[in-house]
């Protein structure tokens, strides 16, 4: 049985490294052992534990891997832990062991989990020393691509749920003990089914795939799947057979009342919404079996999570697929509850996966939207556009996704006039992407608008065709978003090697897509490298001038999304800078908020 430590994990490690600690190691196991993730424990003040011994002293163990495990897939469980040294620090095979026999008895009693020898770690200086059991042996490990080693299934379960309070009866204790006991009927109801279709649909709507006991394994039918869900995400949904025709909730009636007893009746819709983390090689037969495991794990920490919201009337599970982990990450939200309301939670998730803390990435807004999108504008074209064809030296890119915007879009026609009202747009749907705001794109004229508000322009400047250029552009993201920026100043064909420095720095540190005005062009910059050998330097340009349909074939053969030279020719006709003419690189910043 081979030992693999996915790349997230040590990168996770070195981004904590200073701070020091102890964290969880997080692992699947199948023939061989992935370590795949790493969890820290926060306490209910949000303190991160780094002290082991005290979890110790204090019989947390176990109620601490229980916090750890709450938030992720079945399938996935605490293989050990690890200690975080910012010094050179060396784990010997005695403090190992001390640290195997402190650990070992609590992941072994995980619910469901196959570890039977508990690891024990230290990272040290960007080095990761595994060892494993009792014996303290150290063990040799592979580190291996962000691949993931398993499949995702889910399987969702809308209840409503009825909770009879006898006249007097404490809310908490009634609520916990009605769920349980709704939950433990749902679970009879689990089923065998698996469909590919929206959540929001009913079931009769659903395409059915596979029934119990058809041949097969779990990767024929991701290999077979066709439509919305995102295959490199191994996602299969699944719904129940008896789900109502209209695709209402599931109502649970349970409890009988004693005649001339004096109670009320509360109602919470519960969304039961579980992932599994299984071998790509799982018969389809078993998926029944696996999914009602998973449920059933699900409906026990609901249990456990609607114990901290008893007037709740409404809630659900949500699951987020964050870029810096190997692993998907479930939280329970109730469904009423603003975001700003739940910052304290999101800022301890960020702390316990040791995520960066300037970016949102558990707001609700964040989570996996298994709905069927259709329509809509293009994102991540860069993704699509033909190689650099440069070797070696800097490079920095947009960090996150964004949608593609240019003429003739909305049924609007700004040919010859809107290109940085387009670049505008797609750089706010950065931020849209990013869920940094939920606000809607702006149109054209909410542009002008917000520019004679702050007294940027005349009152006649709204409705008109008048160019703006990437100062505007800057003036009315921050007043619309509140979000600053700094210009950079230069002339790309004469001094392309000191702009690519400016803007790779820009690209590491923000991440933000570059609106770029100057001439009679605007662009969106995507990306810059630069050879420091050779002083060659390319910058990924999106084009806001194209002006036909969203093909993506189209768009990258004509050249609208590209790598291209300062010397280049711009897509649309001319030079792509114009010999001594200056440009300014608006660059946006990143708010530092969750």
């Avoid at 919404?273 to 018969?283: E, G, R």
């Avoid at 030296?393 to 049924?411: I, P």
Wanted: hydrophobic share 40%; proline share 5%.
């Amino acid at each position: 049985m081979a030992l693999l430590v996915q790349q997230s994990v040590l990168d996770s490690l070195s981004r904590c490294q200073s701070e020091g600690g102890f964290a969880w190691l997080i692992g699947y196991v199948d023939s061989d052992v992935h370590v795949v993730g790493v969890s820290r424990s926060v306490d209910s003040s949000g303190a991160v534990t780094k002290d082991l011994q005290s979890l110790v002293a204090a019989s947390r163990l176990e109620s601490c891997i229980d916090d750890a495990a709450r938030t992720l897939p079945h399938g996935l469980c605490i293989l050990g832990g690890a200690l975080i040294s910012e010094t050179t620090h060396k784990l010997g095979q005695e403090e190992a062991k001390h640290l195997v026999d402190s650990i070992g008895k609590a992941v072994q009693n995980q619910p469901g989990c196959s570890v039977t020898d508990a690891y024990a770690g230290c990272w040290n200086g960007g080095d990761l020393v595994l060892f494993k059991g009792v014996a303290g042996q150290q063990e040799d490990f592979e580190v291996s691509s962000d691949t993931s080693p398993f499949s995702i299934l889910r399987c969702m379960v809308d209840a409503k749920v009825p909770v009879y309070l006898p006249k007097g009866s404490d809310l908490a204790d009634s609520w916990g003990s009605a769920v349980d006991v709704a939950l433990s009927d749902i679970l009879g109801r689990v089923p065998s089914m698996v469909f590919q279709g929206c959540p929001k649909e009913s079931a009769s709507k659903a395409k059915c795939l596979l029934v119990e006991n058809t041949a097969g394994t779990v990767q024929d039918l991701i290999a077979s799947r066709q439509g919305w869900i995102d295959i490199s995400a191994g996602l299969i949904m699944t719904n129940p057979q008896n789900a109502t025709a209209n695709g209402s909730p599931l109502t649970l009636k349970y409890q009988k009342i004693a005649e001339g007893k004096p109670h009320s009746v509360l109602w919470c819709q519960v969304g039961i919404d579980t992932l599994a983390c299984v071998d790509p090689q799982l018969s389809l037969g078993r998926v029944g079996d696996v999914m009602k495991a998973a449920f059933r794990k699900t409906a026990e920490r609901t249990v456990l999570e609607l114990a901290h919201h008893p007037s709740c009337k409404k809630a659900a599970w949500y699951h987020f697929s964050v870029a810096h982990l190997a692993h998907p990450v479930s939280l329970f939200y109730p469904s009423r509850t603003l975001d700003e309301d739940l910052l304290s939670k999101r800022k301890a998730t960020h702390q316990a996966f040791l995520l960066p803390q300037d970016r949102p990435l558990f707001r609700k807004g964040c989570a996996v939207d298994m709905s069927n999108p259709s329509g809509g504008r293009l994102k991540d074209v860069h993704l699509m556009a033909k190689p650099l064809g440069m070797t070696g030296g800097l490079m920095g890119m947009v960090d996150g996704s964004y949608e593609y915007c240019h003429y003739m879009q909305d049924k609007f026609n700004d040919s010859g006039w809107g290109c940085a009202y387009r670049s505008f747009q797609t750089v706010f749907s950065w931020f849209r992407c990013q869920h940094y705001t939920e606000k809607e794109i702006p149109s054209h004229r909410k542009i002008q608008e917000t520019l004679v508000d702050i007294g940027d322009k005349e009152p006649a400047f709204v409705g008109s065709k008048e160019w703006i250029g990437s100062i505007e552009v800057g003036f009315v993201l921050e007043e619309l978003l509140g979000v600053g920026h700094r210009v950079v100043i230069k002339s790309a064909a004469q001094e392309p090697a000191s702009v690519a420095r400016d803007l790779i720095h820009h690209f590491r540190t923000e991440g933000t897509p570059v609106s770029i005005g100057g001439g009679v062009l605007a662009y969106t910059l995507l990306g810059v490298s630069l050879n420091e050998s050779t002083g060659e330097v390319a910058f990924l340009i999106l084009d806001p001038h194209y002006t036909g349909d969203d093909d993506i074939d189209k768009i990258c053969r004509g050249g609208w999304i590209a790598w291209k030279k300062p010397t280049d020719k711009a897509a649309a006709g001319g030079p792509l800078f114009a010999p001594n003419t200056f440009y300014n690189f608006m660059c946006p910043k990143r708010p530092h908020t969750i």
